[in-house]
């Protein structure tokens, strides 16, 4: 039931004008956040804060994104600036991928990718005329005839022969290593770069030497990264202007009849002491240098007349210029 007489009269008007204050006040809090929001943004306090529409040539001026509120910002990425001019983003996603993934393998094959190794390791017994050989890799020279060396004579040179060519040439790694017995093991240190080994023959004074130069020729035969990676062995009989010389032939039969006997004592050790080597030839038959895993070749030469031109086509088979 309403309530009625003068007590409920006053009851009413007095919520009345409680209500009326009440929006007074909710009105005068509206006014002064509107009065705050015109004195930080200029903006008229009848009408929301607008901001001018965003065009392209907004997006590309540098001042642009100078006065222009972070959250406001909007700059073109590559594949809108594609998309505009119609290239659809499936066909731009798939051109993208596959340049990611060409790089990738691009990076990925010169990471694993080894160098090919441009070393050309010289030995042989002392006296054999490497170090003549070498300078004539070199300068074309003979020097006069050198002593025996005891320190490796080392280079990085194109050959004498091809400076003169035209187009690309690729230097050579050249490297004397002395044939003294106990310099010898200096081998070791250019083997792993090595792209081929001459094994220089002194043809003059052979026959007295066959039985030393077969046991130096059969220990590189035999050493584990020779086999492995299958080095080229070129025997270079060198001195054969002389005339009393020994033919290439010769020389190589009479290696392999040592190196066959040597097969067979080096057999009988036992195999605690030729751990580090690897048999030669194939059991029951007569040894030759064909039956070798890398390839082994015979050719001539002559250090003090530079008729070296059969030692040059071996060094440039396996040192491509």
């Given at each position: 039931?309403?309530?009625?007489?003068?007590?409920?009269?006053?009851?009413?008007?007095?919520?009345?004008?409680?209500?009326?204050?009440?929006?007074?006040?909710?009105?005068?809090?509206?006014?002064?956040?509107?009065?705050?929001?015109?004195?930080?943004?200029?903006?008229?306090?009848?009408?929301?804060?607008?901001?001018?529409?965003?065009?392209?040539?907004?997006?590309?001026?540098?001042?642009?994104?100078?006065?222009?509120?972070?959250?406001?910002?909007?700059?073109?990425?590559?594949?809108?600036?594609?998309?505009?001019?119609?290239?659809?983003?499936?066909?731009?996603?798939?051109?993208?991928?596959?340049?990611?993934?060409?790089?990738?393998?691009?990076?990925?094959?010169?990471?694993?990718?080894?160098?090919?190794?441009?070393?050309?390791?010289?030995?042989?017994?002392?006296?054999?005329?490497?170090?003549?050989?070498?300078?004539?890799?070199?300068?074309?020279?003979?020097?006069?005839?050198?002593?025996?060396?005891?320190?490796?004579?080392?280079?990085?040179?194109?050959?004498?022969?091809?400076?003169?060519?035209?187009?690309?040439?690729k230097p050579v790694h050249i490297v004397d290593v002395p044939?003294?017995?106990?310099?010898?093991?200096?081998?070791?240190?250019?083997?792993?770069?090595?792209?081929?080994?001459?094994?220089?023959?002194?043809?003059?004074?052979?026959?007295?030497?066959?039985?030393?130069?077969?046991?130096?020729?059969?220990?590189?035969?035999?050493?584990?990264?020779?086999?492995?990676?299958?080095?080229?062995?070129?025997?270079?009989?060198?001195?054969?202007?002389?005339?009393?010389?020994?033919?290439?032939?010769?020389?190589?039969?009479?290696?392999?009849?040592?190196?066959?006997?040597?097969?067979?004592?080096?057999?009988?050790?036992?195999?605690?002491?030729?751990?580090?080597?690897?048999?030669?030839?194939?059991?029951?038959?007569?040894?030759?240098?064909?039956?070798?895993?890398?390839?082994?070749?015979?050719?001539?030469?002559?250090?003090?007349?530079?008729?070296?031109?059969?030692?040059?086509?071996?060094?440039?088979?396996?040192?491509?210029?």
């Amino acid at each position: 039931m309403w309530a009625c007489g003068p007590r409920a009269n006053l009851i009413r008007v007095y919520k009345k004008r409680k209500r009326k204050r009440k929006e007074q006040s909710s009105e005068s809090e509206r006014e002064k956040g509107r009065s705050r929001r015109t004195r930080s943004t200029g903006d008229s306090p009848l009408t929301p804060p607008r901001r001018r529409p965003i065009e392209e040539d907004d997006r590309l001026n540098p001042t642009y994104a100078l006065s222009t509120p972070y959250q406001a910002r909007k700059y073109p990425s590559f594949v809108d600036s594609l998309t505009i001019k119609g290239i659809p983003q499936t066909q731009l996603y798939a051109a993208t991928g596959v340049v990611l993934l060409t790089i990738f393998f691009f990076l990925l094959v010169r990471l694993f990718k080894r160098t090919k190794p441009n070393t050309v390791v010289l030995t042989g017994l002392s006296g054999s005329g490497k170090t003549v050989i070498f300078y004539q890799l070199r300068d074309g020279s003979s020097h006069q005839g050198t002593v025996t060396s005891m320190e490796p004579n080392e280079g990085t040179f194109v050959l004498h022969s091809e400076i003169n060519k035209k187009g690309k040439t690729k230097p050579v790694h050249i490297v004397d290593v002395p044939g003294h017995s106990r310099l010898r093991p200096k081998l070791d240190e250019f083997l792993p770069q090595a792209a081929g080994i001459v094994f220089v023959v002194d043809a003059l004074e052979f026959l007295p030497n066959c039985r030393a130069a077969s046991e130096y020729l059969y220990d590189i035969l035999t050493k584990a990264i020779v086999v492995k990676k299958k080095i080229p062995v070129l025997i270079l009989c060198n001195k054969v202007d002389k005339v009393t010389a020994h033919t290439k032939e010769f020389i190589r039969k009479q290696l392999e009849k040592e190196i066959d006997k040597l097969r067979a004592s080096r057999t009988a050790v036992s195999e605690a002491d030729v751990s580090n080597e690897y048999s030669l030839g194939v059991p029951g038959e007569v040894f030759a240098f064909s039956q070798c895993q890398n390839k082994v070749t015979v050719a001539e030469a002559s250090g003090l007349t530079g008729e070296i031109s059969q030692l040059e086509q071996f060094v440039r088979e396996h040192v491509k210029a």
